[in-house]
């Protein structure tokens, strides 16, 4: 079955430094998506990507976080400087493109991103 | 703007005991997406719900969706072990920028053998 691939699993880091994620989604999936979980709470969408437009970053604090996905296959999301608030869960999730009001296909999530800013 | 409320946010039950987690939105809803996630693992897709007053069943899982289209419920009959995670709720809006999925804070549930 085909899955979300996501690197590195765990990433310590000190703050002030640079961090990036890498997300590859399920072939043929043209919306991805990027979450933040901070443990205990639900997942919070940063960025979401229609091929390698931004659909939405609305939630993407964008004074260090930026997110890319240039050739509309796997994404990348990068921040700088990291803060010791950035300390969660980073899931990338890949879906087909929503239909109208009605359909909305279901988001598969991969393995996540631990990252732990000292 | 648009939240979605999950309660309770944790619920012990011991092993063959049904339970219940309610979803409320502030905002009437186009759909709503259910998902489970086990410990230190990823959420998982289990049902999409579009239609008012909508129920749909799998195995000992029960979704309803609400007839006003704001509120969503998931019922597990006779819990086991492997029912242990937490569970969201996460509803789509149905107009400009309430059309983003917002997701529920899941309500964890713990199963006692």
């Known amino acids: 079955e085909a899955e979300v691939a996501q690197s590195p699993r765990y990433k310590i880091t000190e703050k002030s430094q640079a961090v990036a994620f890498w997300c590859d989604p399920i072939?043929?999936?043209?919306?991805l998506y990027w979450y933040r979980q901070i443990l205990g709470q639900g997942p919070e969408l940063l960025v979401q990507f229609q091929d390698e437009s931004v659909v939405d970053d609305s939630q993407l604090p964008k004074d260090r976080f930026s997110a890319e996905r240039l050739k509309g296959v796997d994404s990348t999301l990068k921040i700088q400087p990291a803060e010791l608030g950035d300390s969660a869960m980073y899931l990338c999730a890949s879906s087909l493109p929503p239909v109208g009001l009605a359909a909305l296909y279901e988001q598969y999530f991969g393995p996540g991103t631990r990252l732990t800013v000292t | 703007g648009q939240q979605v409320m999950q309660i309770p946010q944790y619920q012990h039950v011991q092993e063959g005991e049904d339970f219940t987690t309610y979803c409320n939105s502030s905002t009437t809803l186009s759909n709503i997406q259910w998902y489970k996630q086990r410990p230190g693992g990823h959420p998982v897709f289990l049902i999409q719900?579009?239609?008012s007053g909508e129920v749909k069943k799998q195995k000992r899982l029960t979704f309803q969706f609400g007839e006003a289209k704001k509120n969503s419920s998931l019922h597990i009959t006779a819990t086991q072990t492997t029912d242990v995670g937490t569970y969201f709720c996460a509803g789509r809006g149905r107009a400009g920028n309430n059309r983003k999925l917002i997701w529920g804070l899941g309500t964890s549930l713990a199963v006692n053998p």
């Open positions: 719900l579009v239609k």
């Open positions: 072939s043929g999936h043209a919306t």
